[in-house]
């Protein structure tokens, strides 16, 4: 701690003046989020954010590490940043994950793996990081971050540390906020969203209160729209579907899966089954005809065989998933399946291309499926929106942030389908 106290105190003439600063964000939504608010945050203390990355004098690098190409990609924004000669402060899970090996290879940057950490060294307080708001239209909030559950190929539950939830009270205040800001939609996000309230993700699935959140958010705001990030399907119970009736919730179920085989489950450690998966696809849509499951697999997996790849195709093509995103295994150093004998590369990057153009298939037949239906859409940029339902539509005379009823039709339909 010696060290790194004096290390921020040698390098403190940086930022004894204001800065002109660009970011450059990898990963999830959560990692979108968090430079978002870094970023207001920054503002609020008299910083200016660049347009682009030329006209900044220091570049935020928000690392991940989920995959080692992500890992990659981190590391060649950061060497980017100082070729060009930027003042560079990478953070973000990578750095987290593996802080002596960043320090090493970028000596000249501030390296934080705390971002409260970062923020107080601009002298910022912690309850501007909280509270800060940006302009989105669809507007992000976290509702709980890190993980208990221990599946054997994530890097991320170790680079974020075991789940904390943010409370209700926080929570209801920020979508206030975003109401009074005049956002028509929020996106609750977390690392472990659907574990909101368990109080140990692994251990006690069924113990999530994220049903009694959704309620609590619905009768006592009134944003039009509410859309949930990535969800694990162990803690969608009865109680969520009851209150996922809720037609201000949005139709649009993005499901963690990894694999459709029950065998490579289990050696993933993912904590739900195959068969839970179809039952949620079966549950959703008995409630929300329309609804969009969208989900997550990883291809070639260590001990993966032909027939456990044939299952993830099959239960991708069989539930008719909206999108799909599909990454061949990387190994992460760290984690159990980083020990595991690995399938061959090539194998693995042929699995994920034919998964990707089974995902394709069903993304078209889903969008076609809407056209000709009367939808709700939040017109962002480009005079284009998305359905509730996240059916991407064109509305040339429509106005950022308005909520425009649309009927969906070859003309409007603007989605390229993942090609």
């Known amino acids: 701690m010696k060290k790194e106290k004096t290390f921020f105190k040698k390098s403190f003439f940086w930022y004894s003046f204001f800065v002109k600063f660009f970011f450059r964000t990898?990963?999830?939504?959560m990692n979108a989020l968090d430079s978002a608010r870094i970023s207001a945050a920054l503002q609020m203390a008299g910083h200016t954010p660049a347009k682009n990355e030329s006209e900044a004098d220091t570049i935020f690098i928000n690392s991940c590490t989920v995959t080692a190409r992500a890992d990659r990609q981190s590391r060649q924004e950061a060497h980017k940043s100082e070729r060009a000669h930027k003042k560079t402060i990478i953070f973000g899970c990578a750095v987290r994950f593996s802080p002596e090996k960043w320090k090493k290879d970028f000596p000249k940057a501030l390296l934080f793996r705390d971002e409260r950490e970062l923020i107080s060294y601009f002298g910022i307080s912690?309850?501007?990081?909280?509270?800060?708001?940006?302009d989105r239209t669809r507007i992000p909030i976290a509702i709980q971050t890190g993980c208990d559950n221990l599946c054997t190929f994530c890097a991320t539950r170790i680079a974020r540390g075991p789940s904390r939830d943010f409370s209700t009270e926080n929570i209801l205040r920020q979508i206030r906020r975003a109401e009074r800001a005049g956002a028509?939609?929020?996106v609750l996000t977390g690392i472990q969203l659907a574990g909101f309230g368990c109080g140990d993700t692994r251990?006690?699935?069924e113990r999530t209160k994220l049903p009694d959140l959704l309620r609590e958010i619905l009768t006592k705001t009134t944003i039009p729209r509410i859309r949930?990030?990535?969800?694990g399907p162990q803690f969608l119970n009865n109680a969520f579907f009851d209150v996922f009736s809720d037609e201000r919730i949005?139709?649009?179920?993005h499901l963690s899966i990894q694999s459709g085989s029950e065998n490579i489950l289990q050696k993933m450690n993912r904590g739900h089954t195959a068969?839970?998966?179809?039952?949620?696809?079966?549950?959703?849509?008995k409630i929300r005809p329309r609804v969009a499951i969208c989900g997550d697999f990883i291809a070639g997996f260590p001990f993966e065989t032909e027939k456990d790849f044939e299952k993830s195709a099959k239960m991708i093509d069989k539930i008719g998933f909206a999108k799909v995103h599909i990454f061949p295994f990387s190994p992460r150093e760290k984690t159990a399946a980083a020990k595991m004998p690995p399938i061959d590369a090539e194998i693995r990057k042929n699995r994920a291309k034919k998964l990707r153009e089974i995902g394709r298939k069903n993304r078209e037949l889903f969008c076609r499926k809407n056209i000709g239906e009367m939808a709700e859409i939040l017109v962002e940029t480009a005079e284009k929106g998305f359905s509730k339902n996240y059916v991407r539509v064109k509305i040339p005379d429509g106005k950022n942030g308005e909520l425009r009823k649309v009927k969906i039709t070859d003309e409007n339909l603007v989605d390229d389908f993942g090609r």
């Open 203 to 205: 251990k006690f699935p």
């Open 228 to 231: 949930m990030s990535s969800l």
């Open 126 to 134: 912690a309850a501007d990081l909280e509270y800060s708001l940006f």
């Open 184 to 186: 028509r939609e929020i």
């Open 275 to 285: 068969k839970k998966v179809f039952e949620i696809a079966e549950k959703a849509r």
């Open 250 to 253: 949005c139709d649009h179920l």
């Open 26 to 29: 990898l990963g999830c939504k």
